[in-house]
């Protein structure tokens, strides 16, 4: 069975995302850390989505709605690093959800460019 990286790259990203989420609503952090598991954790299933896709343009879209999902938890990462709401370290949620970012721009691009 061939490697998806990007599959599996998504979905521990969603199991460190739904620890963190524990973590952030123990210490009654409740909005962002709510959100953050929303976008987090629907990369995977956009990834999934894609994989299934029935042509090209579905799974462009999908992966499209992927990446979005992935800035989207970016941004509540730093949003939870900067305002010190909890403290933790966010740095390894940064960098694993940087590497999703440009691993699905990537097959984004060359997908489109075919």
Request: proline share 0%; hydrophobic share 40%.
């Amino acid at each position: 069975m061939k490697e998806n990286i990007i599959k599996d790259k998504s979905f521990a990203f969603a199991l460190s995302i739904i620890k963190l989420y524990t973590h952030l609503k123990n210490n009654k952090e409740y909005i962002i850390s709510k959100q953050l598991l929303r976008s987090g954790t629907s990369i995977w299933a956009n990834v999934e989505e894609a994989i299934a896709g029935q042509s090209r343009k579905d799974f462009i879209m999908k992966l499209s709605i992927a990446s979005k999902e992935a800035r989207e938890s970016k941004y509540r990462l730093l949003l939870l690093q900067e305002s010190h709401i909890v403290s933790w370290d966010y740095k390894k949620y940064l960098w694993d959800i940087e590497g999703i970012i440009n691993i699905l721009t990537k097959i984004i691009k060359t997908t489109t460019w075919k």
